[in-house]
């Protein structure tokens, strides 16, 4: 999870990129706070963005605080229920949690830091996780599998793994993970290539180490999951921040935001 602090008085307005998770935004805001679109859909106030949402824009105006939180969507369908019903889209937090998302958003705008923030957060969602049954092992399982090996695994040798056949192993994961266990395979490994670009490698190496034929592929899925071309890609400001507000290790798992920024970051790992 990560909290973000705009003190600017200018508007923001950011594409999302499509990352591999269930993303959970708390608008810790005082005003109109942050405002989502995606698919004609247009939601305020704190949301849960599915996987795969597409063009996905934020915007808003003025001071604001934000609390991000990446949930596995393993353990996302276990706190909202099976992940078809966010898959590709945004949806309000009071949908799912009716009072207690009000209720939520008050105890973390209370605290007295981002610190604290974090272990009620902790607290918030841990209390959740029992609300709606399990995924099946053996989906939680593949889901592993495809994440651990950046998306270069095969659904043949997954279904073997665990012990399936292809098509019980497709239908399942998608009725519980929002996705074919395919299109996931291929959101797991744009990440990964998008973060190679964002962190300054060229497409035709990007290509190559993430595993897709040739640049030409590279620039295919791009243009699926992002709507540009690598060389935007790379430059996008929602990678742009990711070095510093989800860090690949840290001592302390910790980051310290700078108050002069007009958007500054502090994390901690889940």
Not at 46 to 66: F, N, Y
Not at 90 to 113: H, I
Not at 163 to 187: C, D, I, N, Y
Not at 239 to 246: C, E, Q, R, T
């Amino acid at each position: 999870m990560a909290g973000f602090c705009h003190r600017a008085p200018a508007s923001v307005n950011i594409s999302m990129v499509a990352y591999p998770s269930v993303t959970l935004l708390v608008d810790l805001s005082e005003g109109a706070g942050v405002s989502y679109e995606t698919h004609g859909r247009q939601e305020r106030g704190s949301v849960i963005v599915g996987l795969l949402p597409g063009d996905l824009r934020a915007t808003g105006r003025g001071a604001g605080q934000l609390l991000q939180i990446r949930l596995d969507p393993v353990a996302a369908a276990a706190m909202f229920g099976a992940s078809t019903e966010l898959s590709g889209t945004v949806a309000a937090l009071e949908e799912f949690w009716g009072q207690d998302a009000g209720r939520a958003e008050d105890r973390l705008r209370a605290a007295a830091s981002w610190d604290e923030r974090f272990t009620i957060a902790a607290d918030i969602l841990s209390r959740r996780l029992g609300s709606h049954p399990p995924v099946d092992p053996q989906v939680a399982h593949a889901w592993r599998r495809t994440l651990t090996s950046r998306g270069r695994v095969r659904v043949d040798g997954l279904a073997d793994e665990v012990g399936w056949s292809r098509k019980r192993l497709w239908s399942r994961f998608r009725s519980q993970l929002g996705t074919t266990p395919k299109r996931a395979a291929r959101l797991v490994r744009f990440d990964h290539a998008a973060h190679l670009l964002a962190a300054g490698h060229g497409a035709a190496h990007v290509a190559a180490e993430s595993g897709y034929v040739d640049q030409s592929h590279l620039h295919r899925e791009v243009a699926t999951f992002a709507g540009l071309t690598p060389t935007t890609l790379a430059a996008a400001p929602w990678l742009a921040i990711d070095h510093v507000a989800w860090p690949a290790s840290s001592p302390a798992g910790e980051s310290t935001p700078s108050c002069d920024a007009p958007c500054a970051p502090s994390s901690r790992p889940g």
